[in-house]
């Protein structure tokens, strides 16, 4: 079982270069979200996705898009990338169900360094 | 809005004791499920226990319980017989119903445990 898989695990980018983190999943789930985590702030969520087609901003949207052409693949988009996003990056997965006990799977994170 | 506060940045415990992990939350939310997750050296998250808001006992996975305290909302983790390898970041967080995506999470406790 792979889970939520995330590459690459670690890049460096010039402020200004546009790259793109992936993300896949091959659990079926519905659900599927990227969160930053910055030290001194926890883990703060960027972009979401309740399902193919369906993507919807979190808390910290700016300069990050996604799509969510399939089920299993939620790939997250730096446009020009800045300083201050350097980063720790995970994507997490988790099925679409009322029960509130519902768990989020995380992949490995992708370590990001803007110079 | 969801808020998760987790004020000890840092624990020490020595080896074989217990040790308790501050979380408190704020929502509107009438229904809501807590989680706290452990993030060791090597950088994943873990999921260790779950409570739901509308569960009459505290939620317990071998070593680890919650202490939840609904009308204080807290939601503290209590680790018996600390071993070596609980050393990491343990995070709690929530989600509010209708959210299985979406998780609020605080900024986390480093707990460092000693011989």
């Known amino acids: 079982n792979a889970g939520v898989t995330q590459t690459p695990k670690f890049q460096v980018l010039k402020t200004g270069q546009s790259m793109t983190l992936q993300c896949a999943q091959d659990m079926n789930h519905e659900y599927m979200s990227w969160y930053r985590q910055d030290p001194g702030m926890g883990l703060r969520l960027i972009h979401y996705?309740?399902?193919?087609?369906?993507?919807d901003q979190g808390e910290v949207p700016n300069g990050y898009n996604v799509s969510r052409s399939t089920t299993e693949d939620f790939p997250l988009r730096l446009l020009s990338a800045a300083p201050s996003q350097t980063s720790v990056y995970f994507c997490?997965?988790?099925?679409?169900?009322?029960?509130?006990?519902?768990?989020?799977?995380f992949g490995q994170g992708t370590r990001l360094t803007v110079v | 809005a969801q808020k998760i506060t987790q004020t000890q940045p840092g624990m020490f415990v020595q080896e074989k004791e217990a040790v308790t992990l501050d979380c408190t939350y704020d929502?509107?939310?009438?229904?809501?499920?807590l989680f706290w997750y452990k993030q060791p050296s090597s950088g994943e998250m873990i999921f260790l226990i779950y409570?739901?808001?509308?569960?009459?006992q505290n939620a317990t996975e071998g070593r680890y319980s919650l202490n939840f305290q609904k009308a204080r909302k807290s939601a503290n983790l209590v680790i018996s017989a600390s071993q070596l390898g609980d050393s990491a970041m343990y995070f709690c967080a929530m989600r509010g119903a209708g959210t299985a995506s979406k998780l609020t999470f605080g900024t986390g406790t480093r707990l460092q445990v000693t011989l």
């Open positions: 997490a997965s988790s099925h679409r169900s009322e029960r509130m006990n519902t768990e989020a799977f």
């Open positions: 929502t509107s939310d009438p229904s809501y499920g």
């Open positions: 409570q739901g808001s509308y569960d009459q």
């Open positions: 996705s309740v399902g193919a087609g369906i993507t």
